[in-house]
């Protein structure tokens, strides 16, 4: 075992491209993406058949059958059987986490090489029984007689029968996450011109990385797709401008379907391993995962906004890592809204804010916009929960390997349940 | 893949009273290659003109194989395989002595079997009079192609004075079921440096291939008819095709990698991935290719272009990396795959042709290349006949029925037999065979 902390290396990804809901991949599982991702990385690293110390990944909405999800997923993949998996969940945090749980087992010596993922499907949505029907039932599981177990059935009513569907929404506010957000955007009076422009640039970069063979190493083709269903390579500001505001109300209402991210099917997994174990299999790594931190913040009494952890934990590394926010090349701030990166950028540039919420002396100040999300984020790409970490972590590693050795770059991924994950790349 | 629907009706037992009976095509299912049995089963017959120096070389040859070899027709009892050494001959009064070796032995020949006549290249002849000789040698291979019967092919194997040794690795793929789809054919053997693989079961251990077009079809059957004999394969093919492709290169434990082989550095990449990848490449096949069908008349600059770019013009490119200082190593093989449309011609097929004729000059041209003979790197092609695969299901029926019939063997080929002779060009041991053609195509009447 080592006995200092190793550079823990990534070797690149792969992922499915991703469907919108209910599209190409209606009847496809979780598993079913994940598997078929894992094969696709399989494929491109030439990994059939070869034993890897770990596989980490996980979903957002996930069926309680799926229990072993990331093990199962495994086992049906052409690696070797003898790969260990374990499943996580962090909301839209997962993937980047689980990035961040390997290259910490791969710094500390405890495996030589992993592979961090996260899949996850709005289409096969598990549905649960009616909660009064679930109850129902059990009671009627619980009685000991015949007699008792009828009578226990005839507190059914058919009403019990309405399934129950999960739900944007945060359990405790019993808001959905656009009406936090839409809150948090007119608190920092984030325009609608201004969101406009960041979902019409993510549209146009990812086409034109598309276009440029950027994605031929990046993605795998699955059930008939083979670029994301969502992304609109001809959208522009003034084709957004007309679509309706679908979270706020009245003036303050600049949210619509074109700038905030839909419901998508899809998976993701980045191939990480120790520089021995990457030189051994003649595999050069792109960049390295030089560190992560999570944050979480107290949106449940108001105090701040759902989305805004992120905007918390930056600082923290940065801090840690002894950088200023304007150290970086890249900069990839996931669009879960587009009004999420602006309030995340604002927030930053706020001498206030920095102060009381941060505890800064100085604000962290702007980021050169061209730096930011190069080559798309999720609006244009979709957002499958959990596959966005890994769907960030492998470009953004190819990207800082074609800028080249030491260029770094910074990653920030607001969860559900007021939390953030970031982390900081640095190409190889 | 489209079902040979005849093919398969013909084998029942109404199928083959009706064939009988009205005089049809009566295909065998050919005998196919496995690394795990003998080369040929039964008795073959070595004989030849005068001193015959290479039916010695071949007779101990095949005996150090274990395999029953005779120098004379058995009164009784069938044969499998005829090899005719015709090296020797001046005239073509001596014609004779290949009438006399193999005419006797038709009769009883098992099915499957084969007749492999040597000779000398007609260009090296002393007098005209060999030369006419020794050119009738192609004219008769063919005939008893064609006068076989039960999968029975029929080959030529021209060894250039000197080079005799070089001949072991296509007596063995002839002999075998590589050449199950190959009849009719022209071999050239000349100079170069075979290397005898150390198990004749995984001749290409330990090589590095990469084939293009590999995730179907006969791209996918020759990236895992590589994989068999040995060599790890870097399977490429367009990324929208992604998925089949990663399929492929995981049953053999290769690598996937999605490029457009029309890419300005499509070459380069190729070359850069199997050398940090696998550390080297040794073999390189050139197998993706598109039809874009119509009568020339009607062909716009866009079909013309396209089908002349994936098909031709992206391997005039790619070779730039592929030939170049840090491509293929010394001694590697490059194969190119053509088709019987570049050599025949074919009615809406004027691009496609064009591209396949220009595939076998290139393939004569580098083959010949004397900067790539020095470096001992081999380069020769297949071309195709009629192949059971997606490009060929696309044939309206009729036409296909046609298609698949019209040759000696009277069924379509299968992917693995056009991957089974790319196999044998990319050996080692077949270091003496550069600048062919060799037609996969059970000698097809197109283009004859
Ligand atoms: N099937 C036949 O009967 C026949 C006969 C003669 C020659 N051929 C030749 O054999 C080769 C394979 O044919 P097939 O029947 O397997 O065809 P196919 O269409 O089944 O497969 C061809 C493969 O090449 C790939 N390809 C096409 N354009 C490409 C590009 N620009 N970059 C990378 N990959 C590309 C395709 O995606 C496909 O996977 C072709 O060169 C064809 O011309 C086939």
Not at chain 1, 10 to 16: C, D, E, K, Q, V
Not at chain 2, 307 to 314: A, E, G, T
């Amino acid at each position: 075992m080592a006995t200092t902390p190793r550079r823990a290396a990534i070797l690149g990804g792969n992922r499915i491209p991703f469907a919108r809901q209910n599209g190409a991949y209606a009847k496809a599982s979780n598993q079913d993406l994940l598997t078929a991702t894992l094969d696709g990385l399989a494929a491109r690293f030439g990994l059939a058949g070869t034993h890897l110390d770990e596989v980490v990944a996980g979903a957002v909405l996930k069926h309680s059958r799926d229990f072993n999800l990331t093990r199962e997923s495994v086992l049906g993949s052409a690696l070797s059987p003898t790969t260990p998996a374990y499943d996580i969940q962090q909301a839209c945090g997962t993937g980047l986490e689980a990035a961040i749980l390997v290259t910490n087992k791969i710094a500390l010596g405890q495996v030589d090489s992993g592979i961090a993922g996260g899949v996850d499907s709005s289409s096969d949505a598990p549905i649960a029984l009616n909660e009064d029907f679930r109850q129902t039932l059990l009671a009627a599981n619980r009685a000991k007689t015949t007699g008792q177990k009828a009578k226990a059935l005839t507190r059914f009513r058919p009403q019990q029968l309405l399934p129950s569907i999960p739900q944007n929404t945060e359990p405790r506010t019993g808001l959905s996450m656009g009406e936090h957000m839409a809150i948090t955007a007119a608190t920092w009076g984030i325009t609608r011109e201004a969101q406009d422009e960041l979902a019409a640039a993510s549209h146009q970069n990812l086409a034109a990385a598309y276009d440029r063979g950027f994605m031929d190493d990046l993605l795998t083709p699955y059930l008939g797709l083979t670029r994301d269903a969502n992304l609109r390579a001809d959208s522009t500001v003034e084709k957004l401008a007309k679509l309706k505001p679908v979270f706020g109300r009245g003036e303050g209402a600049t949210m619509t379907a074109g700038n905030s991210t839909p419901l998508t099917d899809g998976a993701s997994a980045v191939l990480l391993s120790s520089e021995e174990w990457a030189s051994e299999h003649g595999l050069p790594p792109l960049a390295y995962f030089v560190d992560g931190q999570t944050a979480a913040v107290d949106y449940v009494s108001g105090e701040e906004g759902l989305l805004m952890a992120p905007a918390y934990a930056v600082p923290r590394l940065l801090a840690r890592q002894g950088l200023s926010l304007q150290d970086f090349d890249y900069y990839e701030i996931h669009e879960a809204f587009a009004a999420t990166v602006l309030v995340t950028l604002k927030a930053w540039e706020d001498a206030e804010f920095c102060k009381s919420r941060l505890g800064l002396d100085a604000p962290l100040g702007s980021i050169d916009r061209s730096k930011l999300n190069v080559n798309g984020s999720s609006l244009a790409a979709g957002h499958p929960f959990a596959a966005t970490g890994g769907r960030i972590v492998a470009s953004l590693a190819k990207m800082l390997h074609e800028k080249g050795t030491g260029s770094r770059g910074l990653i920030s991924i607001c969860a559900a349940g007021g939390q953030g994950v970031v982390a900081i790349l640095e190409g190889a | 893949m489209a079902s040979d629907f005849y093919g398969d009706f013909v084998r029942t037992g109404l199928g083959k009273k009706v064939v009988s009976s009205v005089g049809l095509p009566s295909p065998v299912r050919l005998r196919r290659y496995s690394p795990t049995a003998p080369l040929i089963e039964g008795t073959v017959l070595v004989a030849g003109h005068g001193d015959a120096p290479l039916a010695a070389h071949i007779a101990s040859m095949l005996k150090s194989l274990h395999l029953e070899v005779v120098d004379e027709a058995p009164v009784s009892g069938s044969l499998s395989a005829v090899i005719a050494d015709l090296s020797t001959i001046e005239h073509p009064e001596d014609l004779e002595s290949l009438r006399a070796i193999v005419a006797p032995t038709l009769k009883s020949l098992r099915s499957n079997a084969r007749v492999v006549i040597i000779g000398r290249p007609p260009e090296a002849a002393t007098s005209p009079a060999q030369r006419a000789a020794l050119r009738a040698l192609e004219g008769i291979t063919r005939s008893i192609g064609k006068e076989l019967r039960r999968g029975g092919t029929a080959n030529l194997v021209l060894v250039a004075e000197g080079d005799d040794t070089n001949v072991d690795a296509t007596v063995r793929y002839l002999l075998s079921g590589r050449s199950a789809y190959v009849s009719g054919q022209v071999i050239v053997v000349g100079e170069g440096s075979p290397v005898e693989p150390g198990d004749w079961a995984r001749p290409l251990a330990g090589k590095v291939a990469v084939v293009t077009g590999a995730a179907r079809g006969i791209g996918a059957a020759i990236a895992e008819v590589l994989a068999r004999d040995g060599a790890t394969v870097v399977a490429v093919d367009i990324p929208a095709a992604g998925d089949a492709l990663a399929k492929v290169a995981n049953a053999i434990g290769g690598t996937a990698l999605q490029l457009d082989v029309t890419a300005p550095d499509a070459g380069q990449r190729i070359v850069d991935h199997a050398n940090t990848r696998h550390g080297g490449l040794d073999i390189a096949v050139h197998n993706a290719g598109i039809t874009r069908d119509k009568l020339l008349a009607n062909t716009d600059e866009t079909r013309w272009r396209s089908v002349l770019d994936v098909n031709l013009m992206s391997i005039l490119r790619m070779n730039e990396a592929i030939l170049g200082p840090g491509g293929l190593r010394d001694g590697g093989h490059l194969v190119l795959v053509a088709s019987i449309a570049g050599i025949a011609g074919n009615r809406g097929q004027s691009n496609y042709a064009a591209s396949k004729a220009g595939v076998v000059g290139l393939t004569q041209a580098l083959g010949s290349d004397p900067e790539l003979r020095r470096r001992g790197i081999t380069v020769n092609a297949v071309a195709p006949g009629f192949i059971e695969t997606e490009m060929t299901a696309k044939i309206p029926l009729g036409t296909r029925e046609v298609g698949r019939r019209l040759n000696s063997l009277q069924q379509g080929g299968l992917p693995v037999d056009v991957a089974e002779t790319i196999a044998w060009f990319s050996q080692d041991a077949n270091a003496g065979v550069s600048g062919n053609v060799v037609r996969v195509c059970g000698q097809s009447l197109l283009g004859a």
